[in-house]
């Protein structure tokens, strides 16, 4: 298990009106099905915005499940810097440095 599945949330003024914003694109679309993706590092905020937004979509009435790919890497992130130096960063940095059969 990696250790942000344990992770506590402190979710500040930036992610209520970062994600009051994407909410407000989402409910303009209003379609069947939606995808929405947040990228960042560990550490940047995703979780945070991620549940005010599904919180704020369920308000609206609108069903949203957040998957944090964070717990899907194949290398724990402090671990990360030093093997994305070692296998050289443009060889291993995206989609490949996940364990997409676990997601």
Same mark, same amino acid.
């Given at each position: ?25 989402? @409910?303009?679309?209003?379609? *069947? ?7 960042? !590092?560990?550490?940047? /905020?995703?979780? $945070? ?26 290398? @724990?992130?402090?671990?990360? *810097? ?7 960063? !443009?060889?291993?940095? /995206?989609?490949? $440095? ?6």
């Amino acid at each position: 298990m990696f250790a942000m599945l344990e992770d506590v949330l402190l979710i500040a003024d930036k992610h209520r009106q970062a994600a009051a914003a994407i909410v407000e694109e989402i @409910l303009k679309r209003r379609i *069947t099905k939606m995808v929405v993706a947040i990228s960042g !590092e560990s550490g940047s /905020g995703k979780s $945070e915005l991620t549940h005010v937004i599904a919180k704020s979509l369920r308000k609206e009435g609108i069903f949203a499940k957040p998957i944090h790919i964070d717990n899907f890497y194949n290398t @724990l992130p402090l671990e990360r *810097t030093e093997w994305r130096t070692k296998h050289g960063v !443009e060889n291993v940095v /995206g989609i490949n $440095e996940y364990r997409w059969d676990k997601v």
